[in-house]
Structures are given as structure tokens and as C-alpha cells.
């Protein structure tokens, strides 16, 4: 330290402790509110206040309430303690087994809290001391004895603002905190850097506010001091009820500030999002309700809360690791945690919780979303086409594969299955109502016992499609159907949502690939994807929250790929993106990316897509004869307009209905758009 800066901080110093020992006689002859508690003190802390004395409350001058919870135990270390009221109001929460350090430089205020410590200890009913005071400088604790690594928090109550040497301070905060130790502390702050004539003023520098901290040099000081982040637990503006004041501060804006930051390894500049939750157990002596870790965290006891990387580190790092649960490994990164993932809180979610319509709403009323018809231009209202080509009947939700992306949730577990009565049914209206093309889903088809008899009768009456995921063609109960499809000429759409393994089983699960492959083969030495009767369409997905490419350039890259390294051709390729319902759903509800994708889909709202949507030229039958105007409608439960069931169109064909749209629209109609048959422009 230079010699001009020495002499400065000691005229600063002294004028602090004049300001604070003489002039300062009570809370009464503060000019402003800055070195006031800006909002009322935590229950707590307001229990405790009480049994301190009132020679100690009288002269106390703080502007926040930074005692933090979870202290049992703990040794604290209360810089700038003045006469000792947040040491003693620590000392009653760490109990006789912690212990707090209080460390101030105004001799008339230390021998206020050292003549008081007696009277404190028996009215918190101890038998021993837990406290001690020191006389001495905030910037220079190994003076006064404090050790490295040997304290569990540090607080500080409007008084940093008040050094000219801020930056040791922290430097000495870090030095003294354990490893996961915390700092927490109420201090003043500025929106800008103030100029000279505020920062040399006496009594602005003694209200707190001539040295208080532009928000954004402290956050780059306390990231050089080792603290790479900090939480905002309160930001109060500071109003001058002094007309000096007010006429030198003019339009500066001074906050007063709680904040707090941890000494803790492997922290990021960012707060970043790698799926990670914790759950706050009740056991905090504070408060066994919730807990709040900031302005925007409340843990509410049992409820598990989506939380950054930084976060997890710190609950795992520090003394909150006796308080909180924390879940996630860390493996996979989501990007930036938001705000507005802070406020949607994803892991407080079940990962099995259905997504509703309901969800749906919620999710496009927080991200501002508008309604698909209020983008469209030209039409009020979107009707279906006078006559329907497609029958899309689904046979049942049992599956041979649980796929991660799959929105009916089908698997091997699902006893849903369509009878062989609504099977005839659906012929019917399928004959009647002047349809072309039965296609035909599930689950996994195959599996319903009556799909041979379904498909023979269909075909007489029309275009058949069998959609698979080819795996279950591998099995011998299922091997015969190979035969069937190629007898009735059944156009096969079958699911390989990529050309790579790891892509394929990421979705769809282990030891699935190979068999696809061979099983495409097979179909090849068939006839399909060679002959012009026996089509093969291969189905790309996407595999995770973004649009479906452009599907003719992507079928150039597939048919390059599984030609040249498995011999596979095929006749053509379809892009279906995913629709956040179902498992696919679930997931990004769990991550936090719901909203996100949501808002993704209707920011590249296509309105060339909407005529060529599947809802107009088509019905969907699910496994019960329920009608609906599309399978993410029935996921959805959401009813058509006019017949309900499919017996109802067994003698006249379906009337033209209006198509009610919801948030799921957008992803049938986003980019190059969406559909059973792929992209609906190019």
C-alpha cells in the first residue's frame, strides 16, 4: 500500500469512527434510510431481538438482515459488528457448540458488546461463551488472530462500503472461509460508478452510500477475490430524506442489497443447466417450512426444485448438505438455467406426469405464445376437406419397444387393443365414407392377433399402410406378417430415425438397430424399395427439441449412407418431428424445455403448411372406435366436432367438421412442416 493511500484510508477511518462513535448517537440521526433494515427481519431473527439489549439495538445501524439459516454449529465471523447486535443474534442460532467472531474498529462500540456479553449469555440461557469482539480492521483479520480455512460463514452488516479497501476484504472473507463457507451480508449499492464529489463527502460516506459499490465492478471483484458468483437474496432502493443529499445524489439509483456467495471449487461464470434438482428436507431449526436461497429460489420442504450446475455444487459443497437432497449427475448439459427455468421449476414436476391440454396452456400463457389461428391470415376458422382420402385406425399400444419419443407411451406393459367387432366397423365406414387409404399404427401392429385378418379385408377395398418399428419383425410370432405385407401389397413405413446406432438407440433403446437393419434386408430381397408396387418409407425423427430438417436432402444422405454400408435401398424418406406430448413431453417438462420448444414451434410458424395439414383429409380411430381429428388429439382427449365413434359413420360418410387447434399445431405446421406423411413443404 502506497504512502498517499495509507494516509487516505487513515483519515477515512477515522472519520468513520467519529461519524459512528460521536456524531451517530442513536438510529434517530441517520440522514437517510441506507444504514436501515430495508424490510422487516426473518421470524427468527425477530424472535431473537427480544432478548438482546437495548443498549444494543439502540445504537445499531444496518441496512438488511443478513443472518442466514442453517447456522447451528457454525463459526461465524460478524465483520464490522458495531455494539454486537447480529453477533448475539448469532450466537443464540449457532448454540453453545458454534461459536461467532465479532470485529470492529470503533473502540466506544466494541466495549458496548463486550459489556453486554454476560448479560446475553444468561439470557440466552448458556452456561459458556460463545462469542468474542476484537478490535480491529475488517481488511487485516490475521491480525486479530482469524486463520485460514476456519470459518463456516462470514456476515457483514453495511459496512464494507464503508473501507476504502474493498477488494481486501474479500480477499481476506476468502482467505478465512473453509472450503463451501459462505458469505452473506447486506451492503449499499450503486447503479454507476459515483463521481469524486459523493465518494470524498463525510457524510455521505458515512450514511453508507459515498462508498457504496457499482453493482457491476463489485461483481468483477468478487470473481478476482475467487467468488465466481453471487445470489441476490434482496434489492431495496435507498430514498435521502435529507435535501442535500437528494440534490448531491440527483438521479443515482442506491440499492440496498443482501446478497451472498460461496467459497466453493468448480463453480461457473453462468449459471448453466445440467438437469440437476434438489429438495430442502424441513430439518433447518430456522425455518422448517421452505427455505430460501435467493430472490427467485423458495424450497418448500419435500418439493423437489430444477437448480444450475453452481447451485448443486454449492448445496453438495457447503454446510446445506445436511439440509437438502440433491439429484442429477451433471452429465448432460441443457444450457444457460434461465430465469424463467428458475420460476418453472422443471424437476418439481413428476417425469411421469401426463402433459394435459392443461399443461400445454399453462406453458404457452408463460411463454407468451398467440394462438396458431390468430397468425393466420386470410381464414377464421380451419374446416376438413369435403371428402377424407385417409383412415388412420390405431390397433393397439402394445409394444415390443418403449421408445423415448414415442407420445402414445406404447409399450410392452399396454393391454389396450382394437377387437376384431371395430375392426369391421372401421371397414365399413372406410367403404362407405369413400376413403382411400387405410393406415394402419399402434404400438406395434403386429401385435394385435387380428391384424392379418384387418389388413386382407383392406386392401380389397383400398391402399394399405402398416406403420413398424421393424424389431418386432424379427421375432418368430411375428416373422409370418413379412409374408402378409408383401402378399397385399402393404406400403411399409417403418421408424429408423437415424442411420447411426448410437442416434437410433438413444430413442428407441439397446440391440435395436442391428435388427432393423436385417430386417430391411430382408424386405429388400422381397421386392421392397425396388419394385414399385412394394414401397418402403423410412421414418427420420428428430431426437430431441428442435424442427425436422428438410426431408429430401436428408433422404439423399440416408440412401448414400445405408446403401453403401448395409446395401439397403428403400422408396422414399419421411421427416416427423416431435410432438411434446407423451414420454417426449414428460422429458422436457422434467428438463425445463417445454415452453422453450413450444415457443420454438410457433416462432417458425409456416402458414404455407396449414392447408396441407393431416387433420383436413383425414380421420383417426383409436383402439376403442373413438374418433378424434388426429392422434395427438386423442393423446390429448380432446373431441372432435360431430361423429364420436366410428360406428356412428357406418352409413354415411363423415361430415366436413371444424378443427379446433390447440399449442400442438405449431408442430405440425413450423418450418418445412409435419405430418404421417412427412414434410408438408419443401
Do not use: W
Not at 449499492?189 to 452510500?209: Q, T, W, Y
Not at 441443457?334 to 406453458?363: M, W
Not at 363423415?654 to 409435419?674: D, F, L, N
Amino acid at each position: 500500500m502506497g504512502k498517499r493511500s495509507q494516509i487516505m484510508s487513515n483519515d477515512i477511518h477515522e472519520q468513520i469512527k467519529e461519524y459512528y462513535g460521536v456524531i451517530l448517537q442513536s438510529s434517530d440521526d441517520l440522514k437517510t434510510n441506507a444504514c436501515c433494515c430495508s424490510s422487516a427481519p426473518p421470524k427468527y431473527v425477530k424472535d431473537i431481538l427480544p432478548l438482546i439489549k437495548d443498549e444494543i439495538k439502540n445504537r445499531f445501524y444496518g441496512c438488511g438482515s443478513p443472518i442466514p439459516m442453517g447456522m447451528k454449529g457454525c463459526h461465524v465471523l460478524d465483520l464490522g459488528c458495531g455494539t454486537g447486535r447480529d453477533v448475539y443474534i448469532l450466537s443464540k442460532l449457532v448454540g453453545e457448540e458454534g461459536h461467532v467472531y465479532g470485529v470492529d474498529m470503533t473502540p466506544s462500540q466494541i466495549e458496548v458488546a463486550i459489556r453486554n456479553e454476560a448479560a446475553q449469555m444468561e439470557a440466552f440461557g448458556f452456561e459458556k461463551t460463545n462469542t468474542s469482539f476484537h478490535l480491529g480492521y475488517i481488511e487485516d483479520l490475521k491480525s486479530i488472530g482469524i486463520e485460514d480455512n476456519s470459518i463456516d460463514v462470514v456476515t457483514s452488516n453495511c459496512v464494507i462500503n464503508l473501507s476504502p479497501f474493498k477488494e481486501q476484504i474479500f480477499r481476506e472473507v476468502y482467505r478465512v472461509l473453509k472450503e463451501g463457507g459462505e458469505i452473506y451480508f447486506s451492503d449499499v449499492f450503486a447503479d454507476r460508478r459515483l463521481p469524486d464529489e459523493i465518494k470524498n463527502d463525510p457524510v455521505m460516506r458515512g450514511e453508507c452510500m459515498g462508498g457504496s459499490m457499482y453493482l457491476e465492478d463489485f461483481r468483477r471483484m468478487m470473481e478476482k477475490c475467487g467468488f465466481v458468483t453471487y445470489y441476490t437474496m434482496e434489492k431495496t432502493p435507498i430514498q435521502p430524506h435529507d435535501f442535500e443529499i437528494a440534490r448531491l445524489t440527483g438521479d443515482i439509483q442506491f440499492y440496498s442489497c443482501t446478497v451472498r456467495a460461496f467459497k466453493c471449487s468448480g463453480l461457473e461464470d453462468r449459471e448453466e443447466n445440467y438437469g440437476h434438482s434438489a429438495t430442502y428436507l424441513g430439518t433447518m431449526e430456522e425455518n422448517k417450512r421452505y427455505c430460501d436461497f435467493d430472490e427467485t429460489f423458495r424450497f418448500l420442504k419435500n418439493k423437489p426444485l430444477g437448480i444450475s450446475g453452481n447451485l448443486a455444487k454449492i448445496l453438495r459443497a457447503s454446510r446445506f448438505c445436511n439440509y437438502f437432497t440433491v439429484e442429477g449427475e451433471g452429465e448432460t448439459h441443457y444450457g444457460l438455467f434461465k430465469e424463467l427455468d428458475q420460476s418453472v421449476n422443471p424437476t418439481q414436476y413428476d417425469k411421469n406426469a401426463k402433459i394435459t391440454a392443461r399443461t400445454l396452456k399453462e406453458e404457452v400463457r408463460r411463454y407468451d405464445i398467440p394462438e396458431l389461428m390468430d397468425r393466420v391470415k386470410g381464414v377464421d376458422e380451419l374446416y376438413s376437406k369435403e371428402q377424407l382420402t385417409t383412415m388412420q385406425v390405431n390397433v393397439g399400444y402394445r409394444c415390443n419397444l418403449s421408445c423415448a419419443h414415442c407420445f402414445l407411451e406404447c409399450g410392452p406393459d399396454k393391454t389396450e387393443m382394437m377387437s376384431k367387432e371395430t375392426m369391421d366397423q372401421c371397414l365399413q365406414a372406410f367403404k362407405t365414407g369413400g376413403f382411400r387409404t387405410m393406415d394402419i399404427t399402434g404400438g406395434s401392429p403386429e401385435m394385435n392377433p387380428n391384424l392379418t385378418y384387418f389388413i386382407e379385408a383392406a386392401s380389397k377395398l383400398g391402399d394399405v399402410i402398416v406403420r413398424t418399428n421393424l424389431v418386432i419383425l424379427q421375432k418368430e410370432a411375428y416373422a409370418h406378417l413379412i409374408d402378409v405385407y408383401t402378399e397385399n401389397k402393404v406400403r411399409i413405413v417403418c421408424s429408423l430415425p437415424y442411420y447411426n446406432k448410437k442416434v437410433v438407440e438413444k430413442q428407441r433403446g439397446a440391440h435395436v438397430f442391428d435388427p432393423a437393419i436385417k430386417i430391411l434386408q430382408e424386405l429388400n430381397a422381397r421386392g421392397y424399395g425396388r419394385q414399385d408396387d412394394l414401397r418402403l418409407t423410412l421414418v427420420y425423427n428428430t431426437d430431441g427439441p428442435y424442427l425436422p430438417p428438410n426431408e429430401f436432402m436428408l433422404e439423399k444422405t440416408y440412401r448414400e449412407i445405408l446403401e453403401k454400408e448395409y446395401g439397403i435401398v428403400f422408396t422414399d424418406l419421411i421427416a416427423i418431428g416431435n410432438v411434446p406430448i407423451g414420454r417426449f413431453g414428460q422429458e422436457l417438462k422434467h428438463q425445463g424445455k417445454l415452453g422453450s420448444y413450444l415457443k420454438l414451434q410457433s416462432e417458425n410458424f409456416n402458414e404455407d403448411n396449414l392447408p396441407k395439414v393431416m387433420c383436413r383429409d383425414q380421420i383417426n380411430v383409436d383402439y376403442d372406435g373413438s374418433l378424434y381429428d388426429c392422434e395427438y388429439y386423442h393423446v390429448l382427449g380432446m373431441k372432435p366436432d360431430g361423429e364420436a365413434h366410428i360406428r356412428e359413420l357406418a352409413d354415411h360418410a363423415p361430415k366436413p367438421r371444424k378443427i379446433h387447434t390447440c399449442a400442438v399445431c405449431y408442430s405440425c405446421t413450423a418450418g418445412y412442416g409435419s405430418s404421417c406423411g412427412g414434410n408438408l413443404s419443401h
